[in-house]
């Protein structure tokens, strides 16, 4: 299993410009979401997914877009990038929202530094 | 809503030696799930230990054991035989069984390992 993939691993872009972060896994995990890193304030939830078809908002949803089209892919769409999004950007999924039987491990992927200017 | 609180951003540890990190939070659920992640400069987010807050014995894992006190609601990582590749940032987090099903983190504590 590859796990949790993430494409790219770096991205620049510039104020206004648009993009999509991508993120896949091979563990037919239902439950997936999107975190950012800042400095000095741990991960904070974008958007999440329960299943194919649904999704809903995190604590910072503004400016981001997600869709869940098949089990496997969670793409992040950023519509028009500001500087206030420059971030980590982590995809994490796991085999449910609930914790089942005590094992339920939220796995990451390897991260996508963006740097908006 | 729940928060998770690291109150050491940075701490420095002898290699072979004992450290402890702290992690306080503060909920009203009364059933819901503690977890440390380990960060290295690779960037990866790696589960080092969990915590079924309905279980009194505390989890361990090789040279890794928390201290889960749930009336002080205080969730403190001991690593034990520092070794130099146990330097990384470490996340406490929190998950509640209803919900968003997302983790909830504290701001993390920066371990620095001396050889």
């Known amino acids: 299993n590859a796990g949790v993939t993430q494409t790219p691993k770096f991205q620049v872009l510039k104020t206004g410009q648009s993009m999509t972060l991508q993120c896949a896994q091979d563990m037919n995990h239902e439950y997936m979401s999107w975190y950012r890193q800042d400095p000095g304030m741990g991960l904070r939830l974008i958007h999440y997914?329960?299943?194919?078809?649904?999704?809903d908002q995190g604590e910072v949803p503004n400016g981001y877009n997600v869709s869940r089209s098949t089990t496997e892919d969670f793409p992040l769409r950023l519509l028009s990038a500001a500087p206030s999004q420059t971030s980590v950007y982590f995809c994490?999924?796991?085999?449910?929202?609930?914790?089942?039987?005590?094992?339920?491990?939220?796995?990451f992927g390897p991260g996508t530094r963006l740097t908006v200017l | 809503a729940q928060t998770v609180t690291q109150s050491q951003p940075e701490m420095s540890v002898q290699e072979a030696e004992t450290v402890t990190l702290s992690c306080t939070y503060d909920?009203?659920?009364?059933?819901?799930?503690l977890f440390w992640y380990k960060q290295p400069p690779s960037r990866q987010m790696i589960l080092v230990i969990r915590q079924e807050a309905y279980k009194q014995q505390n989890a361990t894992e090789n040279r890794f054991s928390v201290n889960f006190q749930k009336a002080a609601k205080s969730f403190s990582l001991k690593i034990s035989d520092s070794q130099l590749g146990d330097a990384a940032m470490y996340f406490c987090a929190y998950r509640s069984p209803r919900g968003e099903g997302n983790l909830i983190f504290g701001k993390g504590t920066k371990l620095s390992v001396k050889p």
């Open positions: 994490a999924s796991s085999y449910s929202m609930f914790e089942v039987g005590g094992h339920n491990e939220q796995f």
């Open positions: 997914s329960v299943g194919a078809g649904i999704t």
């Open positions: 909920t009203s659920e009364s059933d819901y799930y």
